[in-house]
């Protein structure tokens, strides 16, 4: 079955960067592009963008430019969103997602930032 | 941007009874191929989206025939027949019609 186990939680200082990791399993892993979503009790969900896990293209939600960096190693299955120039805003759940239609999801990443 | 507005339901809402969430789009979901661009996600606690329903009415695979999207346009409901206590959770709406994506802020469901 159709799997994407992500990286477990991180705490972060303002000013750093963190690299989070999708690792699909049971599928093809260019058969899906690979979107993300942060979810945060104040904003709900908002798309980030997603990455084209064939090509290696990529959108960005507007809102997301410089701050989220998506890339994909084929050899091993797994996508990847690096946060740069981290602040308590991004302070989040970060998921990712398989699919145009968004059917497959990974449990989450918590992300904390604080100093 | 694509702007999602759910309604609230009137919690908590007795078990064995249908409900019904309501979602508007800012803009038409409608996209050239003919489709409506329109998913709805069951999120229960402490667990990720669940995909329901996509291009308006279709049900993702393993889904109860209790949950029935419809509507065109910009208008859409989510109906959820002879509810049940594994339905407790928060409801998304999320436009897939245009870049980028967005999502309705989500509509909570109680059970009695």
């Known amino acids: 079955q159709v799997q994407l186990q992500q990286s477990g939680a991180e705490l972060a200082k303002p000013g750093s960067s963190v690299k989070i990791s999708c690792k699909a399993s049971g599928y093809t892993f260019t058969s899906y592009d690979i979107s993300w979503i942060k979810q945060t009790t104040g904003q709900g969900l908002e798309y980030i963008g997603y990455i084209n896990t064939g090509s290696g293209g990529t959108y960005y939600n507007e809102k997301f430019k410089g701050k989220a960096t998506l890339t994909v190693d084929k050899s091993s299955s797994t996508a990847f969103m690096q946060l740069s120039s981290l602040t308590p805003e991004d302070t989040a759940v970060y998921y990712c997602?398989?699919?145009?239609?968004?059917?497959?999801w990974g449990q989450g990443t918590l992300v904390t930032v604080s100093s | 941007d694509i702007v999602m507005t759910q309604g609230a339901l009137p919690n908590p809402v007795p078990s064995g009874e249908s409900a019904s969430i309501t979602c508007r789009s800012s803009?038409?979901?409608?996209?050239?191929?003919?489709?409506?661009?329109l998913n709805w996600f069951l999120q229960r606690p402490g667990q990720s989206p669940q995909l329901l329903t996509y291009w308006t009415s279709t049900r993702a695979s393993g889904v109860s025939e209790r949950f029935s999207g419809s509507g065109s346009g910009t208008y859409f409901t989510l109906k959820i027949s002879r509810v049940r206590a594994e339905d407790a959770g928060v409801y998304y709406c999320q436009q897939v019609r245009e870049y980028p994506y967005t999502f309705g802020a989500g509509t909570k469901l109680e059970l009695k």
């Open positions: 997602a398989g699919g145009r239609r968004f059917a497959y």
């Open positions: 803009k038409s979901l409608v996209y050239k191929d003919g489709k409506t661009y």
